[in-house]
């Protein structure tokens, strides 16, 4: 802890951090690396590791990042801006950095669409009660998407009704900059229309991977009557032309976005959300080098741990989900355990799609046509802030492991009680998965259940997943344990910051991480970067890059340098790495609703500062693992 006395090290500029490591090839299972580098030239991994090719000479190139290093923003002014790291060196070289931004909320390019407005199914722009448009500031995940000579990006909101836009870039092939050329508003009425899009991923096949977060409890909120009256889901019936369409099974998958471009012509989108995969509060999902294996994260308290394996490499349509069980092996610090993986069977998008929408002369599929509650025989469960005595219905055990994964988790044994479940990332050199947990608390720190982690962490935590093949569920990259890597610190009575200090309404220590949210790895350079989605813990949420090689399980502050803040009030959405975009590299990096988290009072009357940003940090050079 920082004692009072003592100035915090985020008050020092120029703070770096190195890395150095081998850079080994790759295995062929691997040879594509955990950030998707989205059609890059094709290079064959060097069979013979270390061998430059002179003699079979066996000394490994030597890789190397270093960060300038921002501080924790401690003025008025500085409070206000994106701080982002001005300079990298890479591999000895030292390059320029720095955010740009592509768009705001509410900009629009060639007089096309505004970025940021709701649509509803008609594809007509939706009006508030002022009169005046709905632009949100809820911007969220943004991909690069290179396609033949073209670049684009899918934009996703994190709104009700949900909102996608799809940008074509410029890219200037002398430093690698951006722009943005052409924008479009993406249309989801072909998939029922989008919910609460929240981080997202890109496909090794270069799709890009949406999310539906916080699904709508289907046994609460079954008809528009209910939703009308219920302040989250209200919004969404603005989508339809006729709110009885209302149906909470049409929300809460992930969807694959397909990008389209042939010569100069406009691009086409296609859109399928994938119901074989499973209903969760997605935060994201993310798919392994073998194109078939998938990380699903569930955001909430009491959530569960996802993976599918799908039928078919490249094709997410059919498959077998499975839900982690923790075995633990300690309840000290962060806590550890074995992780034993529950099947709860298989299914096709065609079969699930049909108990959705219904067909045949028969109705969609309700909780009730489920479940029995309170019936003899029932199991207590508590998930996501249900507490339960539920039993499946026979011959629905199928369309409960889709529609109701979480609960049908619970109730085949699963863990169901992980807490802020965020994002999940990986090292193809290290063979490990990283997962983000934004808090460790509630189920994770009670004494009931599976998990039962001593102390806990309001500031959340970085857990470490060692991935190993499994013969019987068909995988290369199916996680064997759970480890935690790195926890924030808790400021106590004693530990707080002085009132005059510009941390002051700090909860977790400036220095390390708070409220940890999304992650991308930097493969190659040992490198794990994480971005914070904070309230009390940090007034500025940063992004941070690790250096695994110098973590300290005695400091949580070790191998962390500042990297990015941003301005009062928002969230940092969804950093993800791409090495090699046409020989540079980028950091996206979405800036999400500015003083509207907290510190509103501090935007000025007609102020357009609360406008969200989607940008970038870099470019950095090109930085995909090669054989020299």
């Known amino acids: 802890m920082i004692p009072f006395s003592k100035t915090p090290l985020a008050l020092k500029l120029g703070l770096k951090i190195s890395v150095a490591v081998a850079a080994f090839a790759l295995l062929p299972a691997c040879s594509d690396d955990d950030n998707n580098r989205n059609n890059p030239p094709v290079v064959t991994p060097n069979p013979n590791p270390g061998d430059d090719g002179d003699d079979g000479g066996d000394e490994t190139p030597v890789r190397s990042l270093s960060f300038t290093g921002v501080p924790a923003p401690a003025t008025d002014s500085?409070?206000?801006?994106?701080?982002?790291?001005?300079?990298?060196?890479?591999?000895?070289e030292e390059y320029d950095l720095g955010f740009h931004t592509l768009l705001r909320s509410g900009d629009s390019v060639n007089g096309n669409v505004v970025f940021g407005q709701l649509v509803d199914a008609a594809g007509q722009?939706?009006?508030?009660?002022?009169?005046?448009?709905k632009v949100t500031d809820a911007n969220e995940h943004t991909s690069l998407l290179p396609i033949g000579e073209r670049l684009f990006s899918v934009s996703q909101m994190e709104t009700r009704p949900g909102a996608m836009f799809l940008m074509e870039l410029d890219q200037n092939p002398e430093n690698g900059e951006l722009s943005t050329k052409d924008l479009w508003q993406i249309d989801q009425s072909g998939v029922d229309g989008?919910?609460?899009?929240?981080?997202?991923?890109?496909?090794?096949?270069?799709?890009?991977?949406?999310?539906?977060?916080?699904?709508p409890d289907a046994r609460s909120l079954p008809t528009y009557i209910e939703a009308a009256e219920n302040s989250y889901a209200a919004g969404m019936l603005d989508y339809y032309a006729d709110p009885a369409e209302w149906n909470p099974?049409?929300?809460?998958?992930?969807?694959?976005?397909?990008?389209?471009?042939?010569?100069?012509?406009?691009?086409?989108?296609?859109?399928?959300?994938?119901?074989?995969?499973?209903?969760?509060?997605?935060?994201?999902?993310?798919?392994?080098?073998?194109?078939?294996?998938?990380y699903m994260t569930d955001d909430g308290t009491n959530v569960g741990l996802y993976m599918f394996i799908a039928d078919t490499a490249g094709d997410l349509t059919a498959g077998t989900v499975y839900a982690a069980k923790w075995n633990q092996t300690s309840g000290e610090g962060l806590g550890s355990a074995d992780l034993e993986w529950i099947s709860l069977g298989h299914a096709s998008n065609d079969e699930i799609d049909a108990a959705v929408h219904g067909g045949d002369g028969q109705p969609a599929v309700t909780f009730d046509d489920i479940f029995d509650v309170d019936a003899e025989g029932c199991v207590e469960t508590a998930t996501n802030g249900n507490t339960e005595c539920l039993s499946v219905k026979p011959g629905m055990e199928k369309i409960a492991s889709r529609l109701?994964?979480?609960?049908?988790?619970?109730?085949?044994?699963?863990?169901?009680?992980?807490?802020?479940?965020?994002?999940?990332?990986?090292?193809?050199?290290?063979?490990?998965?990283?997962?983000?947990?934004?808090s460790v608390g509630a189920g994770m720190t009670d004494d009931v259940g599976h998990i039962q982690i001593a102390a806990g962490n309001s500031c959340g935590a970085v857990y470490a997943l060692d991935v190993a093949a499994d013969s019987e569920i068909g995988s290369d990259y199916v996680a064997t344990n759970m480890n935690g890597l790195i926890g924030g610190i808790e400021l106590t009575k004693e530990t707080r910051y002085p009132e005059d200090s510009p941390f002051a309404s700090y909860s977790c220590d400036a220095d390390a991480i708070a409220n940890p949210d999304n992650v991308t790895f930097i493969t190659g350079y040992n490198t794990l970067i994480i971005g914070e989605d904070t309230g009390s813990g940090h007034?500025?949420?940063?992004?941070?890059?690790?250096n695994l090689d110098d973590?300290?399980?005695?400091?949580?502050?070790?191998?962390?340098?500042?990297?990015?803040?941003?301005?009062?009030?928002?969230?940092?959405?969804?950093?993800?790495?791409?090495?090699?975009?046409?020989?540079?590299?980028?950091?996206?990096?979405?800036?999400?609703?500015?003083?509207g988290e907290s510190d509103d009072d501090k935007l000025a009357p007609g102020s357009l500062e609360h406008r969200a940003y989607t940008g970038y940090v870099g470019p950095f050079p090109a930085m995909d693992v090669t054989d020299e």
């Open 539 to 546: 007034q500025n949420d940063v992004i941070w890059a690790l």
């Open 194 to 215: 989008g919910w609460v899009h929240c981080a997202a991923s890109v496909t090794p096949w270069n799709a890009h991977l949406a999310s539906e977060e916080y699904e």
């Open 551 to 595: 973590v300290d399980a005695d400091d949580s502050r070790a191998g962390l340098t500042r990297i990015q803040t941003t301005p009062y009030g928002s969230e940092t959405t969804s950093p993800y790495w791409y090495p090699n975009i046409n020989g540079f590299g980028y950091l996206m990096s979405v800036i999400q609703h500015p003083y």
């Open 78 to 92: 500085e409070k206000r801006q994106i701080l982002a790291s001005p300079k990298v060196e890479v591999d000895g």
């Open 404 to 438: 109701e994964t979480r609960r049908y988790a619970a109730l085949m044994g699963a863990s169901t009680e992980f807490r802020k479940e965020e994002g999940v990332t990986f090292d193809p050199t290290g063979n490990k998965l990283y997962v983000a947990m934004s």
């Open 125 to 133: 722009p939706l009006y508030g009660e002022d009169g005046m448009l």
């Open 249 to 294: 099974y049409y929300y809460g998958w992930n969807i694959e976005i397909n990008v389209t471009a042939k010569g100069d012509a406009e691009p086409i989108t296609e859109l399928s959300k994938h119901y074989a995969m499973g209903r969760i509060a997605f935060e994201l999902s993310y798919v392994m080098p073998d194109s078939k294996t998938v």
